[in-house]
């Protein structure tokens, strides 16, 4: 299987290689990023313990790469600038999604692809994926909350002070503020969670706090997460390689679990050949299918707003007009796969 990482020179894509490479299963990763130097020195630091690890090829290229490859991931994406508001922040870097994505589709995105789309806001953006990408949807997943809930696992079993491995435990609904922690269905080994020593109130609000605020927290001590969002995407990656029908909380379309549809946000999904199998309808308490479904109301909310604004600049575009910028544009900026300039720190991304 060939994985190619779009933004792989930058903190994401980068580790996702090299996640990739431990895992020894794809045996071709290309990296490809606007800065091609960058992607090459990846690429040559990956190579220099290929012959410790597993027999892959590994390479720097441009969206050419795309035309070949089995699983393409989107790691790019825009920090937030000072006094920007949330929705600017996802206009640009929806804009700058829809960007690359038309480069993959030009580049010959096959049909029989799947799409992994790693870039922020993971939810809005695998929905507009799935409208436009053209491929069918069963094979565009998001990551979702596949990374919240490994921090959420990694959280429980610190506290618990049992193995990280043993702690069965998910997040569900947005990769963002409304997430929802399913603590009904929640297992140390098999063993109820509601029932084990230490565990009540006071640590279930600590440890949802914690990993609802992971990501902010990590982006203060070293800029950005990169091991753990790897090691989600290599889930998801090697899932679908193996055909090993791994139950993920990755987003999707929904097409009616929890009474959820025309939104992509994250349920227990079975993934495998051919992308989403299955969407697993647990009995969940009321609180959290309220929840659940509350994240799909702010999800619809945002999604609206966004396609109505990608209209609106479309058809000034198509009647010659210049529409007016979601925000200042990068100075920096790199040519990439068709010609097209975007800015080279979008490329880079941190969750």
């Known amino acids: 299987m060939k994985v190619s990482i779009i933004g792989g020179g930058g903190l994401v894509g980068s580790m996702t290689a090299y996640a990739l490479q431990c895992g020894g299963v794809v045996h071709d990763i290309a990296l490809i990023d606007a800065n091609k130097d960058l992607a090459q020195g990846q690429a040559l630091d990956l190579l220099n313990g290929a012959a410790l690890v597993a027999d892959q090829r590994i390479h720097a290229g441009d969206m050419a790469e795309v035309a070949t490859s089995n699983v393409v991931v989107i790691t790019a994406g825009l920090r937030r600038k000072p006094d920007e508001s949330r929705l ?3 206009n640009r870097n929806v804009d ?5 994505l038309d480069q993959a589709k030009a580049a010959g995105l096959k049909e029989s692809s799947y799409l992994v789309v790693v870039s922020n806001p993971v939810d809005v ?3 507009l994926a799935v409208q436009r990408a053209g491929l069918p949807w069963q094979r565009v997943l998001g990551l979702g909350t596949q990374l919240d809930t490994a921090r959420f696992r990694g959280y429980l079993a610190k506290r618990l002070q049992v193995p990280a491995t043993q702690v069965n435990a998910l997040i569900l609904g947005e990769h963002g503020d409304s997430m929802v922690p399913i603590w009904s269905s929640a297992a140390v080994n098999g063993l109820p969670l509601e029932q084990w020593p230490g565990f009540g109130p006071n640590l279930q609000k600590e440890v949802f ?3 609802k605020t992971a990501g902010a927290q990590i982006i203060k001590l070293k800029g950005g ?27 999707t379309l929904q097409m009616g679990a929890y009474g959820l549809r025309d939104v992509c946000l994250s349920v227990p999904t079975v993934v495998g050949c051919g992308g989403v199998r299955q969407h697993v309808e647990l009995a969940l308490t009321q609180k959290e299918r309220l929840g659940i479904q509350q994240s799909a109301r702010v999800l619809r909310e945002t999604i609206q707003q966004v396609e109505a604004r990608v209209g609106s600049v479309r ?3 198509g009647r010659g007009q210049q529409p007016a910028p979601a925000a200042a544009p990068a100075p920096a900026a790199a040519t990439a796969g068709n010609g097209r300039t975007i800015p080279r720190a979008a490329w880079q991304r941190a969750k």
Do not use: K, N, Q
């Open 315 to 317: 058809a000034a575009a």
């Open 125 to 127: 953006l695998t929905y």
């Open 225 to 251: 997460s990169g091991f753990a969002v790897g090691l989600s995407i290599r889930e998801v990656v090697h899932a679908l390689a193996l055909d090993s029908r791994r139950v993920l909380p990755v987003s």
């Open 96 to 100: 700058l999604f829809l960007g690359i």
């Open 209 to 211: 706090e914690e990993t």
């Open 88 to 90: 600017d922040l996802i």
